[in-house]
Structures are given as structure tokens and as C-alpha cells.
């Protein structure tokens, strides 16, 4: 692992090589000389030394491949190919505010285990993203006003980045899986087809040998993973589409039966939350005035609908299906009885 002295030195010579790029290029003092590039440098970062920019020029032509040559004629840098950037792009304020956004987003997620397996890419895009805002003189990092929440640790993601690569690879794995309030835990051969992630959490979804069927497992609940060499059975194999297998459902849990229509009554307050923010990509509004906002959702019954209805209290009112209705009800009546106990 790189110190931070080496990291800084690092930074400092892209910053260099920056500096350097924009003084070969310059229309109004075209073919710098070296003595010229060091007093630019001794000013900006305190370089002092020849060798230094001797250095540079050479790192510049054999790690960016920039086309630097020297002409005896101007006595002074050129490059060969008039169309090189050292970074190959060109900034708008736009860009560049948009690029530290996402450097920044980036930057509120790498100390998480996945991330530890790409550690070295992830430090150069940050890297990139901050020496290119240094070299354009950019305001303040969006760090400063912009804060993300995020989780310190989740679990499973210490063998996220394994399974990213098996899926990519088209793997098969043997997984130790253990449910929720189940102190046994079983294993699965599972033909890895996707990663999906809901709500901080990630879920591996596959062909599962020993069910002939189509699963998905939580991987915070994966205890063991083993990579198999054997046969994959294809997704085409299986029917199982990617794009529509989540299609119609909140969540992970796709089950094996048609979505319904799904009506729900808001309060209107409730219902200016839910305009804003849709859940689903079937959401309809229906009905919107001073006394109700009514949604049309396609979707199965599952869990984490029920759960997503049951967080807005008594600002909604399921009207149909029945069932659904009925389910909500009687969880209603459940949580009352807990208090009741107590």
C-alpha cells in the first residue's frame, strides 16, 4: 500500500505534467524552453531543479505517450501531433462540476470492503478528478457544502467483489446460505446471472441446481463461496430475461405469479411525497385534488410492498386487491396487539 508521501508525490507530478501540457500547447507562447518550464514550476510547486523537468518531459512521452519534441530551429517543446491533451478532454464548468460530483460520491464509498479489489482504479479517478479541478482552478470541492449519507459497513460486502467477478465471468458457485432466523444453513450450487442492489443491500440471483428454479439469495446472508468448474446453464436456458425479471416488482422478491393493479388512496400532503418521488415505473396518479391523491401501481404482492405501504401509517389506505387490503389490516391489528401487551 502506496504512503501518503508517495501518493502526494504522485498528485504533484500529474499536476506537473498539467502545468507542462498547457505551456506546450499555448497559442500565445508557443515552444517553451526548459529553463522557462522550470520557472513555471519553481513558482507553482517549488521545483528547483532541472533534472526534474527532465524527467517529467520524459515520464510525459513514455506513460501519456505525449508526442513531445524539441526544435532546434525555435529552441523550445512542440508536440509532433498539434490535436494531443494530456488528458484528452476539454472541461466545460459544466463537466468539470459534474465529473467532482461523482468524484465525490465515489469518494463516500471506497472504504467499503467491495471497493478493495479495485482500490488502485478507484484512487486514480480520484486522483484525476482532483488534479483536474486543481488545474482548472475550480472553486471549492462539493465536499465542503454536500454531505452523503452512507453506511460504515455492510454486511456481505467482503465477498461482493468476488461474486461481481464470477458474474461477469458467467460462473458457477457452491454458497453456504443461512436465512433469517434460521440457526442451520444450507448449500446451494447457484448459476450466477445478476447482482442487484436495493436499499444498501445486494442480492445474487442465479439458476439454483438442487430447486430447478430461478432464486435469489441475500448475499449479507452468503456464509461461504466456492467457485465451481463446471457447465453454466444459460440464462436462455432457464427463460429468465434480466430486464424483466424484477420488472413488476418492489424489491428482490420476484414471485412466480401476474402483477396486479394496485390502487392506493393518500393523504395530500402524503401524495405531493409520492408525485415527487415515484416508487415504481408503473406509478399513475388517478386522482389528485384538495382531499386525495389516489396511485395505479402494477406490481405483485409481495413483502417489501406490503412493508413500503405499511411505513406511511395512516396516510394510506389501500382500496384494492382485496387481499392486499386484508394483509395490511391484519398487520394493523398485529402491531396494536404489541402494544396492547406491553
Same mark, same amino acid.
Given at each position: ?27 500565445? +507562447? ?35 505517450? *505525449?508526442?513531445?519534441?524539441?526544435? +532546434? ?24 462540476? *459534474? ?69 461477469? #465471468? ?8 443461512? +436465512? ?11 448459476? *450466477? ?98 382531499? %386525495?391523491?389516489? %396511485? ?20 394510506? +389506505? ?12 391484519? #398487520? ?9 401487551? *406491553?
Amino acid at each position: 500500500m502506496p504512503t501518503q508521501e508517495v501518493v502526494r508525490s504522485s498528485k504533484l507530478s500529474l499536476l506537473r505534467y498539467m502545468l507542462i501540457d498547457s505551456m506546450i500547447r499555448s497559442k500565445f +507562447k508557443p515552444f517553451p524552453t526548459k529553463q522557462e518550464i522550470l520557472d513555471a514550476c519553481e513558482e507553482r510547486f517549488g521545483v528547483r531543479s532541472i533534472s526534474t523537468i527532465e524527467k517529467d518531459l520524459n515520464a510525459m512521452r513514455f506513460e501519456f505517450d *505525449a508526442p513531445i519534441e524539441y526544435s +532546434k530551429k525555435s529552441k523550445g517543446y512542440y508536440y509532433s501531433d498539434p490535436s494531443f491533451k494530456l488528458l484528452g478532454m476539454n472541461f466545460s464548468k459544466e463537466n468539470l462540476e *459534474a465529473l467532482q460530483f461523482v468524484g465525490m460520491l465515489l469518494e463516500g464509498f471506497r472504504d467499503l470492503p467491495v471497493f478493495n479489489e479495485f482500490s488502485d482504479a478507484v484512487d486514480k479517478v480520484l486522483d484525476g478528478v482532483e488534479i483536474t479541478r486543481q488545474a482548472n482552478d475550480s472553486e471549492r470541492p462539493f465536499g465542503n457544502f454536500i454531505q452523503i449519507d452512507k453506511s460504515g459497513y455492510i454486511k456481505g460486502s467482503d465477498i461482493l467483489a468476488n461474486l461481481i467477478r464470477i458474474v461477469k #465471468e458467467k460462473g458457477v458457485v457452491r454458497i453456504g446460505y443461512q +436465512k433469517f432466523g434460521s440457526e442451520e444453513w444450507k448449500h446451494y450450487t447457484v448459476h *450466477a446471472y445478476l447482482l442487484k442492489e436495493y436499499k444498501d443491500l445486494w442480492y445474487l440471483t442465479g439458476f439454483v441446481e438442487e430447486r430447478n428454479e430461478v432464486r435469489t439469495f441475500g448475499v449479507d446472508r452468503i456464509t461461504t463461496v466456492e467457485e465451481l468448474n463446471k457447465g453454466r446453464i444459460e440464462e436462455s436456458e432457464v427463460n429468465f430475461d434480466p430486464d424483466n425479471f424484477f420488472r413488476y416488482c418492489l424489491g428482490v422478491t420476484a414471485l412466480a405469479e401476474e402483477p396486479q393493479e394496485i390502487m392506493l388512496s393518500f393523504t395530500p400532503q402524503m401524495g405531493n411525497y409520492i408525485k415527487t418521488s415515484p416508487v415504481h415505473h408503473t406509478q399513475e396518479i388517478v386522482q389528485d385534488d384538495e382531499d %386525495v391523491c389516489v %396511485v395505479r401501481l402494477k406490481l405483485v404482492n409481495n413483502h417489501e410492498l406490503r412493508n413500503w405501504i405499511l411505513g406511511f401509517g395512516a396516510s394510506v +389506505k389501500v382500496l384494492k386487491p382485496e387481499k392486499l387490503k386484508e394483509q395490511i389490516k391484519e #398487520e394493523i391489528l398485529q402491531s396494536m396487539l404489541h402494544y396492547d401487551k *406491553a
